[in-house]
């Protein structure tokens, strides 16, 4: 069975940094598309970033980037989201997905493994 277990969410003022980790059991790590998602109260659902199988290819929201950065380590099957520079608007709880297939530059995919999220909460 395929499990997410996400970490690394707390609390930080804003310009401060956080790096979550996600790791991954169930599955040979290297297949699928890799995402981070979040949502805050009264909000929808948003794609953050999002990576390739290989790790090859990345893609970050508008909102976040050239603050956060995707990356994933197969051999240890963790995928990570640096977030430097943290704004208020950044508080959310934040969820790892995987998909066995995707379209990174829109963060379509088939997001059918989920974690259990970590919150993030930035106060300004």
């Known amino acids: 069975q395929v499990q997410l277990v996400e970490s690394g969410g707390g609390s930080v003022e804003a310009g401060g940094s956080l790096r979550l980790s996600c790791a991954a059991s169930?599955?040979?790590?290297?297949?699928?598309?890799m995402g981070w998602f979040r949502q805050a109260p009264g909000k929808e659902r948003e794609g953050v970033a999002g990576i390739t199988p290989s790790g090859a290819t990345t893609y970050v929201a508008d909102s976040v980037k050239g603050r956060f950065t995707i990356s994933r380590d197969n051999d240890k099957a963790i995928l990570y989201l640096q977030m430097n520079n943290l704004k208020p608007e950044d508080t959310a709880m934040y969820y790892c997905?995987?998909?066995?297939?995707?379209?990174?530059?829109?963060?379509?995919?088939?997001?059918?493994?989920w974690g259990q999220g970590t919150q993030v909460t930035v106060s300004s």
């Open positions: 997905a995987r998909s066995p297939w995707c379209n990174i530059g829109s963060m379509q995919g088939n997001w059918g493994v």
């Open positions: 169930g599955y040979t790590a290297s297949r699928g598309c």
